[in-house]
């Protein structure tokens, strides 16, 4: 059963520059959330996603977006790129049948920005 | 705003020493409380965790925490750690009838000498 997988495993931008995260969920899970790990922090809430509609926002510039698609995956966009998004990305997905908040976290993409 | 403390940001112990790491909240209605691990190189892994009933959680790999509601607290033990335990952990909550996103404190460094 593979678990939350996300694409790419490392990715080098520049400045100025778009990037796009991606986030498959476990089979049958409709909950997607993004948080950003900067380097000897814990992570920062992005965005929740459920069935394909924003369900939260956390503290993040409109740099950030986010979006859900109908087979449940995700993608996290951010632009114009500044040497302070340099981060691991993580996706974590959820279901209901899980309990309450059972959370899998993937094991995210780490951004460099240069 | 909710948020998380974590009181040790790095912790060195020899094998077989006692564990202890801290952990207060500040939300005055229901949570959930969590306890991740994050061993390096590898994703984010639920510990153990808190809805309700026996305060005392029992998790993986030997760990147990303590919720005391009175102290804001959710401290991490294991009576005797591993080499193995070497790892960064994070303390986390959700505050119930706010929002399912997690809050994560900074995280302790935990490095067990052989």
């Known amino acids: 059963d593979a678990g939350v997988t996300q694409s790419p495993t490392h990715l080098i931008k520049t400045r100025g520059q778009h990037v796009t995260l991606r986030c498959s969920p476990i089979?049958?899970?409709?909950?997607v959330s993004w948080y950003q790990q900067v380097l000897g922090q814990g992570p920062q809430f992005i965005f929740q996603?459920?069935?394909?509609?924003?369900?939260g926002r956390g503290n993040f510039p409109d740099r950030f977006s986010a979006r859900q698609f109908p087979n449940y995956s995700s993608e996290l966009n951010v632009n114009a790129l500044l040497l302070g998004d340099s981060a691991l990305y993580l996706c974590?997905?959820?279901?209901?049948?899980?309990?309450?908040?059972?959370?899998?976290f993937g094991s995210g993409t780490r951004l460099t920005v240069v | 705003a909710q948020s998380v403390s974590q009181h040790n940001h790095h912790v060195i112990l020899s094998e077989a020493a006692s564990l202890e790491l801290g952990c207060n909240y500040s939300?005055?209605?229901?949570?959930?409380l969590f306890w991740y691990v994050q061993y390096p190189g590898q994703h984010l892994q639920l510990l153990l965790k808190?809805?309700?009933?026996?305060?005392l959680v029992k998790g993986i790999k030997g760990f147990e925490a303590e919720f005391i509601k009175s102290k804001f607290s959710f401290n991490l033990r294991k009576p005797s750690v591993q080499w193995s335990d070497t790892a960064e952990y994070f303390c986390?909550?959700?505050?119930?009838?706010?929002?399912?996103?997690?809050?994560f404190g900074k995280g302790t460094r935990l490095h067990i000498l052989p």
């Open positions: 089979s049958g899970h409709k909950s």
């Open positions: 939300y005055g209605g229901t949570v959930n």
């Open positions: 996603y459920y069935e394909k509609e924003e369900r």
């Open positions: 986390a909550v959700i505050a119930m009838n706010r929002d399912d996103k997690i809050i």
């Open positions: 974590a997905s959820s279901s209901p049948s899980q309990g309450p908040y059972g959370y899998t």
């Open positions: 808190y809805f309700s009933g026996d305060p």
